[in-house]
């Protein structure tokens, strides 16, 4: 139940080609605190509920439990989240033995696309695509929470 993840901004749409499948995304919070995190996410026709511990200090870990629920018991929970619903197209793109989760955000995140790869344990190595620019693993203004919050076009 430990998520061990590392977080990059994509510096172009070649992802797009690589892509073996899209999904979009709406989620909202029902709580931000930094040692927790409660999401709620509809994912096209599933839903799922998402508690997430606070991150180790540099960001890399963190406890995660999900669980599958209905959609209208996703969109019913939806409606009580915190202000600032997050909507964006989640790309699955293989590379080498791993695959990453490139994420590209609409509404006030429109602009932003971020890419994560799991991880087994925190110093294990994994081939970089083209596309993948900076990494962001730790830092907090890409945290969905907090883009829900304070969305990439005010920054």
Not at 11 to 18: A, E, M, R
Not at 79 to 89: H, P, S
Not at 92 to 109: K, L, P
Request: charged residues 30%; aromatic residues 10%; contains cysteine.
């Amino acid at each position: 139940m430990i998520e061990i993840e590392r977080k990059f901004l994509v510096h172009s749409q070649q992802f797009k080609t690589d892509a073996t499948s899209k999904t979009r995304i709406k989620q909202g919070f029902l709580n931000t605190d930094k040692a927790r995190t409660v999401r709620i996410r509809l994912q096209d026709t599933n839903g799922f509920i998402t508690v997430k511990g606070a991150s180790s200090d540099n960001g890399l870990s963190r406890f995660e439990w999900e669980k599958e629920i209905s959609k209208s018991d996703a969109e019913a929970l939806l409606a009580l989240c915190e202000v600032g619903v997050i909507d964006k197209i989640r790309h699955r793109v293989a590379v080498g033995n791993h695959v990453f989760e490139v994420d590209e955000f609409f509404g006030e995140n429109a602009g932003l696309i971020v890419a994560e790869v799991e991880l087994s344990h925190p110093n294990e190595t994994f081939e970089k695509p083209k596309w993948l620019g900076k990494e962001v693993t730790g830092d907090v203004r890409y945290y969905n929470s907090q883009l829900s919050k304070q969305p990439y076009t005010t920054w």
